[in-house]
């Protein structure tokens, strides 16, 4: 589970999706906004779409949990997220998990 400082509540999540940039990738869809509230804040999102087992969603969603918690990829401050998860990321291993990731926020700090 995220720390407390990492979630992003149902408030604010409703706001950013009103006003949500977009980034896909092959295996994620990332919205996102910088607001004002201080540190990167995430919501990881799995439906069945992107698996028909729970246990594949289920281990992306730790997986994903675990490398926003230790890498927070030097995002601005104010930056909040929803990582959405596609069929395609329930065959990622977690290497390939990070380096998508790591692509992913890479776009978000060059725009």
């Known amino acids: 589970m995220l720390p407390k400082t990492l979630r992003l509540v149902s408030p604010d999540l409703h706001a950013l999706l009103s006003h949500a940039k977009r980034i896909s990738l092959p ?28 246990v594949k969603r289920n281990r992306n969603k730790r997986i994903l949990r675990e490398l926003l ?8 401050k104010g930056f909040a ?18 380096t998508t ?8 700090l060059h725009q």
Do not use: E, Q
């Open 27 to 54: 295996g994620f869809l990332l919205l996102y906004t910088i607001t004002d509230v201080p540190g990167p804040r995430f919501a990881i999102w799995a439906g069945k779409k992107a698996s028909k087992s729970a």
């Open 69 to 76: 918690r230790t890498n927070t990829w030097n995002l601005p």
């Open 81 to 98: 997220g929803v990582l959405v998860c596609t069929a395609d990321s329930s065959f990622l291993s977690k290497n390939a998990l990070k």
């Open 101 to 108: 990731l790591a692509t992913l926020f890479s776009r978000v």
